[in-house]
Each structure stands twice: as structure tokens, then as C-alpha cells.
Nanobody
């Protein structure tokens, strides 16, 4: 199982970026995909999640109204569209995948993680 995150880069405040997370391997095991981020000196924080079946999604309060999460089941790819970006969005962004059994445990944990992609927002 591999998760390949891409799309990071440098953007000015108010700008937009779209991150992609391509899943390969035994993707049938995945039930939920998530995006997390970690800024220097901070703990990793949840950004958004989406279920492969049904597309139920949820975003953190800090990004609601600015970010959207979507998926393309045919391409096994999840996207994070980031608009109206702020300097505080600067972080390494990671995608993650969770199986149904992990989701059902209700711990919020994920089974697989991508390598991260750096997003820098300049003021």
C-alpha cells in the first residue's frame, strides 16, 4: 500500500493550491482518507477526511469555508483544494488512509500514511 502526496509549493496569502494523494496497492482496504498537517514546532493536526463510499466528508474548523476535500474513486486519488490561504496554513501536509475496522474502533487513527508535501504560504 502506498500513498503519494503531491501538489505542495509556495503560494502567497490569499492564493490557492490543490494537493493530491494517489493511493496504490490494496486500496480496497481503504474506507476513509484523511489529510493532516504539521507545522514546525507543532503537533500534527487533522485537516479533513472523506469516505470512499458515500463521500461523507468533514473538515476542521480552521479550514472550513476555505478548503474542500474530494475524491476520484476511478483514479484512487483524494484531493485537498485550498483557497484563501493564510500564512498559518504553512505546514507539511500528509495524507492517510484507514480501513473500515480501524474507523469502527472510533479512535481517529489511520493505518497508512504518505510521505508529506510541503506547503508554504507567504504573507
Amino acid at each position: 500500500v502506498q500513498l503519494q502526496a503531491s501538489g505542495g509549493g509556495l503560494v502567497q496569502a490569499g492564493g490557492s493550491l490543490r494537493l493530491s494523494c494517489a493511493a496504490s496497492g490494496h486500496t480496497f482496504r481503504f474506507y476513509r482518507m484523511g489529510w493532516f498537517r504539521q507545522a514546525p514546532g507543532n503537533e500534527r493536526e487533522f485537516v479533513a477526511k472523506i469516505d470512499w463510499i458515500g463521500g461523507s466528508e468533514y473538515l476542521a474548523d480552521s479550514v472550513k469555508g476555505r478548503f474542500t476535500i474530494s475524491r476520484d474513486n476511478a483514479k484512487n486519488t483524494v484531493y485537498l483544494q485550498m483557497n484563501s490561504m493564510k500564512p498559518e496554513d504553512t505546514a507539511v501536509y500528509y495524507c492517510a488512509a484507514a480501513s473500515l475496522s480501524t474507523v469502527e474502533r472510533g479512535t481517529g487513527k489511520y493505518d497508512y500514511w504518505g510521505q508529506g508535501t510541503l506547503v508554504t504560504v507567504s504573507s
